[in-house]
């Protein structure tokens, strides 16, 4: 069963431009929400992350906005920028005692276009 | 710093073969975890640990085996391999149980089973 659904599978944006990458879950029992950012060749990277007690978090360009009602959650990436191209994964995690397993969406691939 | 290590970065394998994937890390970490990414699926857990001598099945543990014998290492096995196989592993690992406790990837491992 996916948990956790990733929209759009790709995504092309002008360099300045603004960049948003959404996702939404079923089970309300998550207790945090990462995004990772993957480059071409390499491992999944933390890029942010926030708690649901949060509605939004703020780390310079890039914004999770968390609406918990609706059961979605978004990276907004602000003054879009050729380096961040990348594939970006958002994620759930359910604290269970048994390790911090995440649950990842289908992934985004983001180009910047100069 | 290395992080984490897999190796090796690329194999190929026929259908019927086997091998074993293996994962290092430096960090001290408690937790370490083994995912595929298929395109269009994002992440998938396979195994994962929560201490040495520790070991768990994940979302698709079929076809997969795993050992933690030293904290440090936790290796993949594929028994018989199948070309369904065919993906890209991620080893990952992160400290003790918390919201605050990203999981750190390993480059991953290109596997083609023909």
């Known amino acids: 069963q996916q948990q956790v659904k990733q929209s759009p599978q790709s995504l092309i944006v002008q360099k300045g431009g603004i960049s948003i990458i959404n996702c939404a879950y079923e089970n309300t029992a998550f207790d945090y929400f990462p995004w990772y950012q993957q480059f071409p060749g390499k491992g999944p990277a933390l890029l942010i992350a926030?708690?649901?007690?949060?509605s939004e978090k703020k780390e310079g360009r890039f914004t999770i906005s968390f609406n918990k009602s609706a059961k979605q959650f978004s990276l907004h990436i602000m003054d879009s920028q050729p380096g961040d191209s990348a594939t970006y994964f958002c994620a759930v995690l359910v604290l269970t005692g048994g390790g911090n397993k995440l649950t990842f969406g289908t992934g985004t691939q983001l180009k910047v276009e100069l | 710093n290395a992080g984490v290590t897999q190796t090796p970065k690329f194999r190929v394998l026929k259908t019927g073969q086997s091998m074993t994937l293996l994962c290092a890390q430096d960090?001290?970490?408690?937790?370490m975890y083994w995912y595929r990414q298929d395109p269009g699926m994002g992440l998938r857990l396979i195994h994962y640990s929560v201490g040495e001598g520790t070991t768990a099945k994940g979302e698709v543990p079929d076809g997969y085996n795993v050992s933690r014998l030293k904290k440090q290492n936790f290796l993949l096995g594929l028994e018989s391999a199948a070309p369904s196989q065919t993906s890209v592993y991620f080893c990952?690992?992160?400290?003790?149980?918390?919201?605050?406790?990203?999981?750190?990837f390993g480059n991953g491992t290109r596997l083609t089973v023909t």
């Open positions: 960090m001290n970490h408690e937790y």
């Open positions: 990952a690992s992160s400290p003790v149980q918390g919201t605050s406790s990203p999981l750190h």
């Open positions: 926030i708690r649901p007690d949060v």
